[in-house]
């Protein structure tokens, strides 16, 4: 038997992508490793754009408001002293803030309606390969050998893995990230042993010397913090370990005696570039499809619209009964993200020269119209291409 879409992944976005395929009348199988729900490092700040794109896939607002937390601002601490807030244009409410998702909930819930409308989630199912089919949807499909040796053949296969997509590395299209070597920490801490979260609601990212600290209001009263260092910091990882590496930040930020409400979950490395996004018969999705730097807080965002492109890439093709590929897919994610992501190298080429981004954060504390334009920009409400428009940037540089 050969099933329509086979999904390699249950997070976020293999599960939106599995259930706008399924609401389509398409027989699709979600193929999830962990047996449950555990907690790991991956994103959990949105911009309202995050909020408004599950919004319209049809997720109710009761459901965002269990797995959801507003969020008034993101608030930028430099080493040096600066600081300034990026609104997002928000009023503070879930309708149109940031939000700072518990994917505790959030995943899960996805699954969940993934189930209802008529998709098979198979969990605790690891795959152990893939053999694409490599002539279309309407060819020889393609095959997924499971750790039991059990075998499952699809039209298309849509990898939703994460950083470390196995079909990815099968293809042969996974890449190094164009930035350098990273390694993340995540974890959560009650808000309320944190300074400068309650009861403002702000997150804050909070530059250091080789790192960044991202701390995101989250439900039940606690707070995500998400750790990226850099080479400057492995010596140290390596002697110490995570957990006091993490505990070394917090006395950082002036919360020595933190509770930590979980374990320290790391990614190593973090980032990663694709040379490809879909073939004859498969695609990525989410994190598989590259993902760049967290700072931006971009991930999950790009996971939702992913899912979508993805869905209407695979529906077209399965429709037209191999008359119609999946290069579409291709092309829609690069007209969507190709300029941001000019723009996300373009600020971490300012991360990586501390004297630079002193000053460039200055300048944002300084201008308020430059401030909010870049924080349209970083939260996907504006173009991108504004943030690359030579006045926009003199005014940003100039002293």
């Known amino acids: 038997m050969t099933i329509d879409v086979a999904v390699v992944g249950g997070g976020p ?38 909020s408004a794109a599950l919004r319209d896939i049809g997720i109710a607002e009761a459901d965002l408001e269990r797995c959801a937390r507003p969020i008034t601002a993101m608030r930028v601490e430099t080493p040096g ?55 279309g949807v309407s060819r020889r499909p393609a095959r997924l050998t499971m750790a039991d040796g059990s075998v499952l053949a699809a039209r298309i ?55 960044y600290v991202g701390l995101a209001p989250v439900a039940g009263s606690r707070v995500n913090v998400g750790i990226v260092l ?39 490395p973090l980032g990663h570039r694709v040379t490809r996004r879909a073939g004859p018969d498969w695609l990525l999705v989410g994190d598989a499809a590259g993902f760049l730097d967290p700072f931006t807080g971009e991930g999950l965002h790009r996971a939702f619209v992913s899912a979508v492109f993805a869905a209407e890439a695979i529906d077209h093709a399965l429709r037209a009964g191999g008359r119609a590929s999946l290069a579409g897919y291709a092309t829609a994610m690069r007209g969507r993200f190709a300029t941001k992501d000019v723009v996300s190298r373009l600020v971490q080429g300012f991360l990586a020269r501390p004297g630079l981004f002193e000053y ?33 940037l003199a005014a940003l540089l100039a002293p």
Do not use: K
């Not at 309650?198 to 080789?210: F, I, K, N, Y």
């Open 230 to 268: 850099g080479p400057s910091w492995f010596a140290d990882l390596r002697r110490d370990g995570g957990p006091a590496t993490a505990a070394t930040i917090l006395a950082r930020l002036g919360a020595p005696n933190a509770t930590v409400l979980d374990r320290v979950a790391g990614v190593a």
């Open 13 to 50: 976005a293999g599960a939106l992508t599995a259930l706008l395929l399924a609401r389509a009348g398409h027989e699709v199988v979600v193929l999830e490793r962990a047996p449950a729900w555990r907690w790991r490092a991956c994103g959990v700040f949105a911009s309202p754009a995050g």
């Open 81 to 135: 002293g600066a600081s300034f807030r990026l609104t997002y244009g928000g009023t503070g409410t879930l309708a149109d803030s940031p939000v700072g998702f518990d994917r505790g909930a959030l995943d899960p819930l996805l699954l969940d309606f993934a189930a209802a409308a008529g998709a098979e989630v198979r969990a605790g199912v690891a795959v152990a390969s893939v053999e694409t089919g490599g002539t």
């Open 360 to 392: 460039v954060a200055r300048r944002l504390a300084a201008r308020e119209q430059v401030r909010e334009t870049m924080g349209l920009v970083i939260g996907d409400l504006a173009p991108a291409r504004r943030a690359l428009d030579p006045r926009y």
């Open 157 to 211: 296969v849509v990898g939703a893995d994460g950083g470390r997509s196995l079909l990815a590395q099968t293809l042969g299209v996974a890449r190094r990230s164009p930035i350098g070597p990273r390694i993340a920490l995540s974890f959560h801490v009650p808000a309320a042993e944190l300074p400068g979260i309650e009861p403002a609601g702000d997150a804050r990212m909070v530059v250091l010397r080789g790192a």
